[in-house]
């Protein structure tokens, strides 16, 4: 038998050599032990410049995330802070908002030209899941800033002296000027009274341009309503609806002063969508971000439903996108349509009393006008 012998390849040296070399580097991570043998040989100092720029970029990564924290969370009052806690709205997520939507605004080619060079007002958007059934009623909400600037324009309006012949108009202003001098009230350029607005105001192209010669109104409280009723729909459009103060000597500048930071709108049952203004592009981020936190609060208090009703809540500035801060996953069946109550006077009550024309009967007037006789039966001692 003849045996044949065969030959086995056997490895190159150079080979060997790399496969002993591999063998005693240490494990890294990030490197599979098993290393192809067309692969390309790593240096450990290029495996030691790796590690050290992806630690770095890490590194840099989690002190961006903690600056933007520590400036959102210390850079404002412990109300705004639980403010966000309660209703889980970050506070991180209203600042890019803010500052976002009023980038898209300035950064838009079609708003570029001299009518917009000027402030534009940024509202909350309110969506809710039922509409109220209630009249058209009006809304104050309480901000944390005023929406005016120093240059702005603000008119009174106030009823006129006892004493005083009504159109004597200049003795009537003279005479709300001293009491604004004494109490160090400021900010107040015209006081008209409510005579000479009904005398000089009266058709609709006078009270159009009435509108907008001032920034904002204010209001006696006494006259408010008969003021409102003959300003008409114009005020509400351009949402300048006077803004109700009490004109007692102890609390004017208070009163004032609070209803510089006041933002009026309107609850209706026409839509599913609401406009709450809460300041304008000049304001500040941290300021806008305040007016927010604290209109979410007032909002939850006096909106019909509070913050169960509402679907999400956006940043809206006009002729620009909106963006959401407030995204509510609730079941819409579990909702109750709410119902707004009118507030009645504290004089207005039913009135009873014996009926002189009947005898054993008694009569009783409501508020709304109505007569109710009823009789009443003698009962034998």
């Known amino acids: 038998m003849v045996i044949m012998k065969t030959k086995t390849k056997s490895t190159p040296r150079k080979r060997k050599l790399e496969e002993e070399v591999i063998s005693s580097l240490p494990p890294k991570k990030g490197r599979d032990k098993s290393i192809n043998r067309n692969e390309d040989v790593v240096t450990p100092k290029?495996?030691?410049?790796?590690?050290?720029?992806?630690?770095?970029?890490?590194?840099?990564?989690?002190?961006?995330?903690?600056?933007?924290?520590?400036?959102?969370?210390?850079?404002?009052?412990?109300?705004?802070?639980?403010?966000?806690?309660?209703?889980?709205?970050?506070?991180?997520?209203?600042?890019?908002?803010?500052?976002?939507?009023?980038?898209?605004?300035?950064?838009?080619?079609?708003?570029?030209?001299?009518?917009?060079?000027?402030?534009?007002?940024?509202?909350?958007?309110?969506?809710?899941?039922?509409?109220?059934?209630?009249?058209?009623?009006?809304?104050?909400?309480?901000?944390?800033?005023?929406?005016?600037?120093?240059?702005?324009?603000?008119?009174?309006?106030?009823?006129?002296?006892?004493?005083?012949?009504?159109?004597?108009?200049?003795?009537?202003?003279?005479?709300?000027?001293?009491?604004l001098k004494q109490k160090e009230v400021t900010g107040i350029k015209k006081i008209m009274t409510l005579h000479q607005l009904k005398a000089e105001y009266e058709s609709f192209e006078l009270k159009r341009g009435l509108v907008e010669l001032y920034d904002m109104f204010l209001v006696d409280g006494r006259i408010s309503g008969r003021v409102v009723h003959h300003l008409g729909k114009i005020f509400y459009k351009k949402r300048k609806i006077p803004t109700p103060i009490k004109m007692d000597l102890g609390k004017i500048k208070n009163s004032i002063e609070s209803a510089f930071k006041k933002s009026t709108f309107q609850v209706h049952s026409k839509g599913d969508s609401f406009m709450v203004q809460i300041g304008h592009s000049k304001m500040s981020t941290r300021e806008l971000v305040e007016n927010i936190f604290i209109a979410v609060e007032n909002i939850d208090k006096q909106f019909p439903g509070g913050i169960n009703n509402l679907k999400h809540i956006n940043i809206y500035a006009q002729r620009g996108s909106s963006l959401p801060i407030y995204v509510a996953l609730a079941n819409p069946n579990t909702i109750i349509v709410p119902k707004v109550k009118v507030k009645k006077p504290k004089h207005c009550k039913d009135v009873e009393g014996e009926l002189t024309t009947k005898l054993n009967h008694k009569v009783k007037v409501k508020p709304s006008g109505a007569i109710v006789v009823t009789q009443v039966n003698d009962q034998d001692d």
């Not at 520590?70 to 908002?97: G, H, M, Q, W």
């Open 46 to 179: 290029h495996e030691k410049k790796v590690e050290n720029a992806q630690k770095k970029t890490k590194s840099t990564k989690v002190k961006s995330k903690v600056k933007k924290n520590f400036v959102a969370l210390k850079c404002y009052d412990e109300r705004v802070e639980e403010i966000s806690t309660k209703y889980s709205i970050p506070i991180d997520l209203v600042e890019t908002n803010v500052s976002n939507i009023v980038k898209l605004v300035e950064d838009n080619p079609k708003l570029k030209n001299s009518l917009f060079t000027e402030r534009f007002p940024i509202f909350l958007q309110l969506n809710v899941w039922k509409i109220p059934k209630c009249n058209p009623t009006l809304i104050r909400i309480q901000l944390e800033h005023s929406l005016l600037d120093t240059d702005d324009e603000v008119c009174l309006i106030v009823p006129d002296v006892k004493g005083i012949k009504n159109k004597e108009y200049e003795q009537h202003i003279e005479h709300y000027e001293e009491i």
